[in-house]
């Protein structure tokens, strides 16, 4: 089989495997992550908590949006990962072609559709009516981009997919140093306001992914189409759908929660809403180990259910389980210890001493649940590389409860440390689901095909 350029993750030691690979993928996850912290730091730093706060009112309808798109790329690649790890060429390409089309139908009209509702769906999560005209601006240009996007997120997923996850990292990399450049020109010497956080963005996401997809067209042989891989069928398109839309929905289910939390913190005020949107980007600094994991454990089980080899799938899920764990008590105690600093960075504690205090609490609060992260990243995409993608859906559905709950009931009850604690109830409820359910498809899988246990 013509592998140039390609990993394959059915062969070798399952720990040096999860490590060689993550390892780029934290490095871009990073990236991302540092082009996100310094567009929400030079808002804060140069516009004020109240652009800030307009920024951060917008995440969780960003991400009901958003995430779906990138639900359904991530369902997309999974097939991919499953024809390359049983080396069959042809249904790889056909794979590859009707995950093309698919992404791009989608991703102009979900584009046409959030950005038209944006300012509605911002009125109805409450958004306090001084942030409103802000956040309207930001939002919109973010969803008008959705298409650039799903580029990257759909190239960078068929690459990862094929087991190269350099690629990505490389045209992320750049991708972020263009949109810390623009945010810097944009927002300092063209004053352009939240929109020009928003351009930056959209640009940096544009480059990153024609960067990736012309690597797969130069370097990849393997995804030279024919015209007779071009050829659409209805029967493998519902395939693809059967397995994208549940992962789509297991974002956008989990967004429901998220938008409810974000409705009950914008009913707070300013202050509350600034807060958490400053320590929810060191949340998700933090949280980019689990990224890199999660996303290696997609590609394993994937590749590795493809070549029918069950026993390495649990191996790499140990493997992964135990690096996260390490580095989950390593995390929380950083933000034990350096939570104020880091909040300085996007706000000023002088000026804004109420916005800090409230941020280091749901920092702490959320790094003293780490490892209910963890596993909620790790087994639902290690599950949902094996192709059950419903039952990462119905995880979603246990976070949405969890969130919802916490927003009405303890929000009220509690104020802002109800808020604190709607994350760690979201995790909690999706491994209650996740762990059990794991080890019953394992089970199944057990049933179903003759295992192969390798020397390591």
Request: hydrophobic share 55%.
């Amino acid at each position: 089989m013509s592998r140039t350029m390609t990993r394959d993750l059915t062969q070798g030691s399952p720990m040096k495997l999860v490590i060689s690979f993550a390892a780029p993928l934290l490095f871009g996850v990073l990236f991302q992550q540092l082009y996100s912290f310094v567009d929400t730091a030079i808002v804060g730093q140069y516009l004020g908590a109240a652009k800030l706060a307009s920024v951060g009112a917008t995440g969780s309808v960003n991400f009901l949006v958003i995430g779906l798109c990138l639900g359904f790329c991530s369902g997309f690649s999974i097939p991919i990962a499953q024809a390359f790890g049983a080396r069959d060429e042809e249904e790889l390409r056909r794979c590859v072609w009707h995950a093309t089309v698919l992404s791009a139908a989608f991703s102009a009209v979900f584009a046409l559709a959030a950005t038209l509702l944006c300012r509605p769906m911002l009125r109805l999560m409450n958004t306090p009516e001084e942030i409103l005209d802000s956040s309207a601006r930001y939002i919109s240009i973010i969803f008008a981009a959705i298409p650039c996007c799903v580029l990257y997120n759909m190239a960078s997923g068929i690459l990862r997919a094929l087991g190269d996850s350099k690629t990505p990292v490389f045209f992320l990399v750049l991708a972020s140093l263009v949109n810390i450049a623009l945010d810097l020109f944009l927002i300092v010497v063209c004053q352009w306001d939240v929109a020009g956080a928003a351009i930056a963005t959209a640009v940096s996401q544009l480059i990153s992914g024609l960067g990736c997809v012309s690597v797969m067209i130069k370097r990849f042989p393997i995804l030279r189409l024919s015209r007779e891989n071009r050829r659409f069928s209805l029967a493998l398109a519902r395939k693809m759908l059967g397995v994208g839309l549940p992962m789509g929905l297991q974002f956008s289910i989990t967004a429901i929660g998220s938008v409810v939390v974000q409705w009950s913190v914008n009913g707070l005020g300013v202050n509350a809403v600034a807060a958490v949107s400053a320590a929810g980007k060191l949340s998700a600094f933090f949280a980019c180990v689990f990224d890199a994991l999660s996303s290696t454990m997609a590609t394993f089980a994937g590749q590795n259910i493809g070549a029918r080899k069950l026993d390495r799938v649990g191996q790499g899920l140990r493997a992964a389980s135990i690096l996260g764990t390490i580095y989950c008590l390593i995390a929380l105690g950083a933000v034990l210890l350096f939570a104020r600093p880091l909040l300085g960075l996007f706000v000023d504690g002088q000026a804004d001493p109420a916005v800090t205090d409230m941020g280091i609490q749901f920092l702490r609060t959320n790094a003293a649940f780490y490892i209910p992260l963890l596993f909620v990243n790790i087994v639902r995409l290690c599950i949902q590389g094996m192709g059950y993608t419903r039952v990462a859906m119905i995880a979603g559905m246990f976070e949405m409860v969890a969130r919802t709950a916490v927003a009405l009931l303890l929000v009220p009850a509690l104020g802002f440390t109800g808020a604190c604690f709607a994350n760690p109830a979201a995790w909690v409820m999706a491994d209650v689901f996740l762990i059990p359910c794991y080890q019953r498809i394992m089970s199944t899988l057990r049933r179903q095909m003759q295992p192969t246990a390798e020397p390591q």
